[in-house]
């Protein structure tokens, strides 16, 4: 680990000029030249420093790029960090990245240009080391991560199917934890649809939706704890159009979480059977929806990664400890892609500023803060 340190303490000051070369850039999701001007950047420091790079052109969002360091021994790695913000055009000219003490703030700073710069700086460092002691490491950008990856998930899972392990290089959580575990989460719609009828003059002829969502709603709360971390949420109603008229059509709109598959498998189970089970005549109801970000089980691999990250947070001299993440992330989608081998991964909540003493020892780890055996 100390044959790394040398040339990470001789680059501080290029990596921060690096970070403000890509914190001082508009690079929203929808930004496609800004986040292609990121993405070029990125390209070429790669190609600079001897990696293979191979770019992913993408038409509605900024183009992905994939950088190799070939090795001379065995396993394969893979880094992965994004190239977008949530920002609006104009945030990079109204407040530029600035020091506050030892806070670096700026649009992106920590989610995540310091985790991309970590990344690169770990493999330059290894590079610097003459280190080759494993066949692959390779780190894919992508470009469309703050609206869900949409566009590069496939890459992306394609990827990952191919390597050992896989680690996400968004920041650790605010107190320096790691993240090796986080909840899936599932997106469904019930809908609801009766008869509608003149609620004064024939009601007897209708078939109230609302009322029967209103069943289906208690039905859907007492599924929470169906398995041991599973959550059911009915967030948002909507049916019917004016007071008068017995309502034709109801819906809800749900957010289920789980930590673990099996959870997942046995709460999108009951949710389907649901709609069977109706309470007023002349009613019938629909499910829809899934799990979109698939649980990320602490398996052991996962835990094997995490204790790893432990051990050499020890060797430079501060100590780590690992957590679930509640909040749905790509992890999860690496999860699926990598059907059941490694990842580690960590995100942070939104914020602007970074301290930027951490990032020296975090890139000799060689994550962003965050761990993941075989990611997002």
Known sequence: MNDVLPFLRASR?????????LVNVDCGTLNKPGV????????ARCSQWGWEVEGFPLAD??????????????????????LDTVYPDGTA??????????????PGVCDMKGGLLVGMYALRALQAAGFAD????????????????PASQEI?????????AVLV?????????????????????????????HAGVEPEKGANAVVELAHQIIALFGLNGLAPGVTVNPGVIGGGTVSNVVPDAAWVRVDVRAIDPAGAQAVTRALKELPAHTTLAGTRAEMSGDFHYPPMAKTPAVRFLAELAKDAARELGFEINDRRRVRREP??????ARAGRPRTGGRPRPQPGRIYRSRQPRAARGDGGGVDPAHT
């Open 13 to 21: 000051s290029a990596c921060l000029a690096d970070l403000a070369a």
């Open 36 to 43: 292609d001007r990121v993405g070029d950047w990125v390209r």
């Open 61 to 82: 969002y900024g183009d992905c790029w994939l950088a190799r360091l070939r090795g001379q021994g065995a396993g394969r790695v893979l880094l992965m960090g994004h």
């Open 93 to 106: 000219a109204a407040r530029p990245m600035r020091f506050e003490g030892e806070k670096i703030l700026g």
């Open 134 to 149: 494993f066949a692959e490491l390779a780190f894919f950008f992508n470009s469309d991560e703050e609206v869900s990856s």
């Open 156 to 164: 992306s899972g394609a990827l990952a199917r191919t390597m050992d």
């Open 169 to 197: 290089l968004e920041s650790a959580r605010a107190n320096g934890d790691i993240v090796s575990a986080r909840k899936g989460s599932g997106d469904f719609t019930l809908k609801v649809t009766g008869r509608a009828a």
């Open 331 to 336: 992890a999860g989608r690496a999860r699926r």
